[in-house]
Nanobody, 125 residues
């Protein structure tokens, strides 16, 4: 059974940085895309970033381009989201997600089968 466990959220001032981690278990990690999504209060879940089975394949939502970086360590079965220059509007619960199909990349929440429990990121002004 696939499990995804996020960590690294917290409270940070605007302009600061945080690094989120997502540890995966239950299948061959290196064959699958990993993605990050977020959901703010009263808003729909939003695509943040994705990384393919090859770490040369990275994709970002428009609102985070140039500030966030997604990476993966296949030896540790872990994906990271480095978040720099954080803004108040980045406040949300951040979710790690993965699809059921290997060697494909998706950026839609509906295409993801597995989800972590989420980690809260709060950016204060």
């Amino acid at each position: 059974q696939v499990q995804l466990v996020e960590s690294g959220g917290g409270l940070v001032q605007a302009g600061g940085s945080l690094r989120l981690s997502c540890a995966a278990s239950g299948r061959t990690f290196s064959s699958y895309e990993m993605g990050w999504f977020r959901q703010a209060v009263g808003k729909e879940r939003e695509f943040v970033a994705a990384i393919g089975w090859s770490d040369t394949l990275t994709y970002y939502g428009e609102s985070v381009k140039g500030r966030f970086t997604i990476s993966r360590d296949n030896a540790k079965n872990t994906v990271y989201l480095q978040m720099n220059s954080l803004k108040v509007e980045d406040t949300a619960i951040y979710y790690c997600a993965a699809p059921s199909v290997p060697y494909r990349v998706y950026m839609e929440a509906d295409s993801m089968l597995y989800w972590g429990q989420g980690t809260q990121v709060t950016v204060s002004s």
